[in-house]
């Protein structure tokens, strides 16, 4: 991750291979990671089953937080940006009995369409 993207906010890919061990405990039998992304400290991790969202709280983020948001769940997602001279996009999640959206925030450099793709994927089936 970019130490830019970082200090910004912006989500960048994660190698699912690094997070493997962390999310193997509440994973269920046939589940697995499809992409993760990480906002500084928190992550969001999609499987083939759900959203995983991560918050990693207090100064050492040794306490954490693991949200599992069925895609049945969400009701519509978007994608925004200004265009190509856009240096940022945002993804936007909303959730069944949920009346603010969930946001994320993508660099120029991060695949904000692979998770666009991934959510389509399982919302539209």
Do not use: C
């Not at 910004?8 to 589940?31: H, R, W």
């Amino acid at each position: 991750m970019g130490l830019f993207n970082a200090i910004m906010g912006n989500a960048s890919e994660v190698s699912t291979e690094k997070i493997a061990n962390e999310f193997e405990p509440i994973l269920i039998q046939g589940e697995h990671i499809e992409i993760a992304f990480k906002v500084i400290r928190d992550m969001f991790v999609f499987t083939n089953k759900r959203l995983i969202l991560v918050d990693k709280q207090g100064l050492t983020g040794s306490k954490v937080d693991y949200q599992s948001i069925p895609y049945s769940s969400i009701k519509k997602f978007s994608k925004e940006s200004a265009g190509l001279m856009d240096l940022d996009a945002d993804l936007k999640i909303w959730i069944t009995g949920e009346a603010a959206p969930i946001k994320k925030q993508f660099g120029k450099n991060d695949n904000i369409n692979a998770v666009y793709k991934i959510l389509s994927q399982h919302i539209l089936k």
